[in-house]
C-alpha cells in the first residue's frame, strides 16, 4: 500500500488524481489532503476518501474545516498555513506527493517533499520556474524521484529513453517539441485581443482548467513556463526547446532525435493519463481514459506560434535565457497580472506588458537560496502591484 498526500486537492489535478486512486484502492491510500479556501469540497473528499491529516490556508478555514469533519464523524486532524502543508508533503508515511497547488505557493511543500526523498508528482510548475537548479538539487541530493505531470513534460518523459540523465548529447536528443493548443484565440483578430473577457478567456477549447492557469493558456505564459520547466527537467537549453502549436491536443509532445527519428506520446486530452503514469512508474495502472480513437481524429494541425500574437511566450524565453531570478521575475509578474485581468483592473494584452515591465525594472539577482528567489518574488509583486496601481489611477 503506498500512502498519498495531493497538495491542492480540490484543484483539476488534485480531482483527477483522487479518481485515479479511487479505481485503485488495493494500492493507493490517501493520506493527506490540502486545500486553500474551498472547505466544503475539502470536507466533501475527506468524507470519501477518509486521510488521516487535512491543511487549509487559514485559521478561519481549518475552523469551519473541522466543525464539518466533526458532524460527519471523523477524526481527521486539521491544521493550517505553510509549515502544516510541508509537514503533510515530508510525512515518514507517505511514498507520494501530488505537488498541484497553483503558483508560487506550492514551492514549499513541494521543496518540503524532494528534501525528505519523496516521489514527487510535480504538476505545480512554478517550484522549477521559480527555483530550477535549488530545486533539482533538492531531488538530487536526497534521492527523491522526480516525475512530471504536466501533459507535455509527461509526454516527453516517456519518450526519452529510461536511462536519460539530463543530458540531451548523451541521449542523441536534438530538440524537444512542447505542443501548445493555442488557447482560446488562436484565430481571433489580435488587434481585438484588448476587448476579452475572463469567460472568454477561461474558455478553453479542449482542457478543463482553473481560471489562472487557463488564462496562462490563452496568452501562451502557460507554454512559456513549460519552456523554463523542461530546460531543468531534461537539461535542455532554450535553443533545443521549441514550441509547436498543435490545436487538437492529441500529441502531447514530441522529442527529435539526431538520428532523424521524432517519438510522440498521443493521448486523449484528459490528465489522468499522465497522473496514473507518474503514481504506477514503471508500470501502468487503468486510468479512466478512454482510448484514443484516431480514425475520429482524423486530422492533426500544427503551426509555428506567432510571438506577436502571443507575447507572453517570447518573455518566458527571454527569462529563461537570462536565467538567475528572471524566471521568479517573470512568474510572480504573470500572477499578479493574471489575478488583476481576472478582477477586470486590466485588459487582457496588458498583462504582458505588466510583465515586461517587471522584467525591465526589477534587478535580477543569482537564484542562490530559497531565500533569495521569495524575496526576488516579493519585490515583482510590489513593482507588479504598483505599475498596475498607476495605470489604475491614470
Known sequence: MQYVTILGATGSVGVSTLDVLARHPEQYSVYALSAHSKVAELAAQCQQFRPQRAVVGSAEAALELTRLLREQGLATEVDYGVDALCAIASAPQVGAVMAAIVGAAGL??????ARAGKKVLLANKEALVMSGQLFMDAVHDNGAVLLPIDSEHNAIFQCLPHSYGRSPAASGVAKILLTASGGPFLTRAVESLDAVTPE??????????GR??????????NKGLEVIEAHWLFGASAEQIEVVIHPQSVIHSMVSYVDGSVLAQLGNPDMRTPIAHALAYPQRIVSGVPQLDLAQIATLQFERPDFHRFPCLALAFDALRAGGTAP?????ANEVAVQAFLDLQIGFRQIDRVIAHVIETVPHGAASSIEAVIEQDRVARMAAHAYIGDRLAA
Open 200 to 209: 472568454q478567456a477561461c474558455k478553453h477549447p479542449t482542457w478543463s482548467m
Open 212 to 221: 489562472k492557469i487557463s488564462v496562462d493558456s490563452a496568452t501562451m505564459m
Open 328 to 332: 521568479a521575475l517573470l512568474n510572480a
Open 108 to 113: 514549499a511543500p513541494t521543496l518540503a517533499a
